[in-house]
DNA sequence: CGAACAATTGATCCTCATCAAACCTTGTGG
DNA sequence: CCACAAGGTTTGATGAGGATCAATTGTTCG
């Protein structure tokens, strides 16, 4: 099933495009179907290809060599992952990409979006737009792993969950849908640290705790604990 | 005293530029000289301009509320600083950069180079490869924060400071000048310590330790510990 | 229903941060 | 040229914050 070429302008490197442009990358691109649990690549693999996210969810992340792992950023639809080779011919992918749920990716060479960039500044600037946001974020995280406590941490990693794939109720509410596990990576800490942190703030009113699953009632609150007000806890 | 304009194409984004478009960049500059110690600009300030450093170094930084702060990089000579700002209009600084020694720098309108990338697409492309390069930095370093104990990024960030700014003594060491602060920011720890690990290295023959100053005399040996060989402490 | 997986919770331990005090090194001014 | 101040460094003592381990309790799905 092919994808229609126009959807293409819903990714942000792509909004500028002409049309013609759009149905150049779909036809030197190959569309790709990955499992749950499955990888479009692994760190140190060739950048052959970059990839546009069709549909499904997937996550990057980096492991060290004693096999743990941390969380650089969830992946949805329309979005772009495994770009970072293109600037370089030769490249290898910095991180790993597994697909947290059934999903499909269009896979496009490399070499061909370096080649359109030489003459299609919209493209080189768009996706310069996108790594400063990258450089941003990551400086963000960083200085926040290294100098902020876990609760706050945890608390930011869940808003900027919430604002990327977190699906607002009736009443105010923000459901969440990940693992302690997954929290965890994405936090710099470890799942059991989650969990406590979790049903203290469970105690306290601020969320709802399930399988898979976090409701946040008072995100007000939460954002205060994430720029440093006094914890509730202790 | 004014620079020579083609002295600019030693600074990686203007490499491969014209000596015209060279010559342009320079008289949209202005050229500003910093004291030890003080600031070329503070996270928050309107990213009007971007700089290149002609003497000195520099340091980027970001801190927290309560004013800890993390460093992200040092800058040398003909490096560029601050451009995050370029890819987007009224943008703002993400970090603090600061003069380590009295530094001299080019300050160009990030508006000027914005437009220039428009008709320049080796520019664009030339500072996304650096960009790149700092993404995946900065992805590495957290990882290493998120998982690697404290030894082992001592290990690597004196690595870092080594390839950047390193130099050889005769025998092979390498000299390096820094504060244990300093080395505590790279890291993600504490100036107490970083002085205790290098204490511990010095009794091993590993280094050998000043004020403002190492000597690393067996370079092999520090690349074995940051690569998670075990430590030769305990 | 049972297997597989997710989450909770208590107990323990270890790594580092923190605080305090003393010690070096370097540069300056009398 | 010495004394002193300022800033960098070392080292010990202490404790907090989480990681780790282990055992148990949900939850979901075939």
């Not at 290898?92 to 960039?117: N, V």
């Not at 459901?175 to 936090?187: G, I, K, P």
């Amino acid at each position: 099933m092919a994808i229609d070429p126009l959807q293409l302008r819903r990714v942000s490197v792509f909004q500028n495009a002409t049309d013609d442009d759009l149905k150049l990358f779909t036809q030197n691109s190959v569309e790709r179907s990955i499992e749950e649990g499955e990888f479009f690549f692994f760190q140190g693999d060739s950048a052959v290809y970059f990839y546009v996210l069709i549909s499904g969810r997937a996550k990057l992340m980096q492991m060290n060599s004693a096999g743990q792992q941390v969380n650089l950023r969830t992946i949805n639809e329309w979005q772009m992952f495994g770009a970072l080779g293109v600037v370089r011919e030769n490249a290898t992918y910095p991180a790993t990409a597994q697909a947290l749920e059934h999903s499909t990716a269009l896979a496009i060479k490399s070499d061909f979006l370096r080649e359109m960039m030489q003459t299609r500044p919209y493209l080189s600037f768009d996706l310069m737009k996108l790594m400063t946001g990258y450089i941003q974020e990551m400086q963000e995280r960083y200085r926040e792993l290294a100098t902020e406590k876990v609760e706050r941490r945890i608390a930011h990693a869940m808003l900027r969950l919430a604002s990327q794939m977190g699906t607002k109720t009736i009443n105010g509410d923000i459901e969440l849908s990940f693992t302690r596990q997954d929290l965890a990576e994405m936090s710099g800490t470890t799942l059991y640290t989650v969990s406590r942190v979790l049903s203290e703030w469970e105690k306290q009113g601020l969320v709802e705790a399930g399988r898979e699953r976090v409701l946040i009632r008072r995100p007000h609150e939460l954002v205060r604990i994430s720029e440093g007000g006094e914890s509730i806890i202790g």
